[in-house]
């Protein structure tokens, strides 16, 4: 292990569990070594590891960290050494895109992008989001209601994997094979040959999608990119950075709405009197959406941003070159700013708005509007529907994800009427 893969401290690392089974579990042994640790990640990889509240927000507009692997992060090799041809993470650090832009660089395409992902757009999609909502709820309702159904895999999943895809123009056999690419990326337990198998999938999918919207241009989001790309007035989007982009925009733009209707549902069945608070009009659904983004950010751990200068903390620092994993779940709970019970739902907390699960700064995700927008009409529609809903087996024997970065559950199983066999 090269230098630059070591974060200095003399305090034994932390190992991450791979496979997620207990990510707030973690995250709280963690924060007991303070707001910033050492970890090993899968692979023997070495980071920080931060979950202070707080620190996550300085580091997160701190001009001094880069999100750029092939310019800050010198174990990487510039894409050609060890860790790009055998770590079961490298996807996760190798793409090409806004979000792992730098400086001028990331600005340029956040420019770039939001020429193409306009505020129009959102807001023209409520119609569908609607339509899509209703149409998934009868398909629902026109099955057994004596039997479970599976609220994420019939409900939670399609409604914003159809949205993006809409949005992106994607037919639905490039779709159905993304899916699969991007689920098995977001598993963190996968070995390295299999992410690598992935990997190749994602991209070739991705490379017919572009060729598809380049022959068959539409109004959508993949040939509004295509266009940036291929501007000839000032530096447009590379081949790389165009599928990247649409590859982040894909991915984020269904895996955290999937995740944060997963865990609203999942709370408000669980917690009763808050669903009470909901529909006494005591609380809002906006409330519960920022409170569940709070306590379940749809992902907990993102890999890997990079200190582009030693950073001199309180405790310790973070030389030039060392990798840093912000831990947006533990962020949310953190009890310096939520109280001691900062690991409870409460919809009407005072500082239910106070948390970074879709970013902070530069990097604030563009499409948090759109994830708020499906929610907010998601979450009410389903809860009219179907106003005696119930979880079809106990709460503790609902799986999460085996991912430490994507935090959902594997399946939502519920009863659409109480009493249900």
């Keep these: 292990m090269t230098a ?55 580091l997160l507009t701190d001009p001094r960290v880069s999100r750029d692997t092939y310019r800050h992060w010198p174990a990487w090799e510039n894409g050609e050494g060890e860790l790009a041809r055998t770590w079961p993470l490298a996807m996760w650090v190798s793409d090409r895109n806004m979000i792992t832009a730098y400086g001028p660089e990331h600005t340029r395409l956040r420019r770039l992008v939001a020429r193409a992902f306009t505020a129009r757009r959102t807001l023209a999609l409520r119609p569908r989001i609607e339509s899509v909502v209703a149409d998934l709820l009868d398909q629902i309702d026109a099955g057994p209601h004596d039997e479970p159904v599976d609220l994420r ?21 490039l779709r159905d094979r993304l899916l699969v690419a991007v689920s098995g990326m977001l598993n963190t337990a996968a070995t390295a040959e299999e992410a690598k198998s992935y990997e190749h999938a994602m991209y070739a999918a991705l490379d017919e999608l572009v060729e598809h919207r380049r022959t068959s241009p539409a109004d959508d989001l993949t040939t509004a990119l295509i266009s940036v790309h291929d501007d000839d007035g000032g530096p447009g989007l590379s081949h790389r950075e165009l599928v990247d ?41 906006a409330d519960v959406i920022e409170e569940t983004l709070r306590l379940e950010a ?3 751990n993102l890999p890997m941003r990079y200190a582009v200068e030693d950073i001199a903390l309180p405790t310790v620092t973070i030389r030039r070159g060392e990798p840093i994993v912000v831990s947006f779940g533990a962020a949310g709970r953190d009890p310096e700013v939520h109280g001691p019970d900062a690991d409870a739902f409460d919809a009407t907390r005072d500082t239910r708005r106070d948390h970074v699960a879709f970013g902070h700064g530069v990097h604030h995700c563009l499409g948090a509007p759109l994830a708020r927008l499906e929610a907010s009409i998601a979450l009410p529609a389903l809860f009219d529907r179907f106003p005696d809903l119930t979880l079809a087996k106990p709460a503790a024997h609902v799986l999460p994800l085996e991912s430490f970065i994507s935090n959902g559950h594997r399946e939502l199983p519920v009863l659409l009427r109480e009493g249900a066999a």
């Design 4 to 58: 630059a893969m070591e974060p200095t401290a003399d305090v034994e690392p932390y190992a991450i569990d791979p496979s997620g089974p207990d990510i707030h579990g973690e995250a709280e042994r963690l924060r007991a070594r303070g707001p910033i640790a050492r970890v090993v990640l899968p692979g023997g990889v070495q980071a920080w590891w931060v979950t202070g509240y707080e620190l996550t927000r300085q």
């Design 245 to 285: 982009t649409i590859l982040l925009m894909f991915t984020a733009g269904h895996e955290t709405t999937v995740n944060l209707l997963d865990h609203a549902i999942f709370i408000l069945l669980t917690r009763p009197d808050q669903l009470a608070l909901v529909r006494g009009g005591s609380a809002t659904w």
């Design 153 to 173: 895999s019939q409900f939670a999943h399609p409604l914003p994997v159809r949205v993006i895809s809409d949005l992106l123009g994607m037919p639905d056999h």
């Design 298 to 300: 749809p992902f907990a």
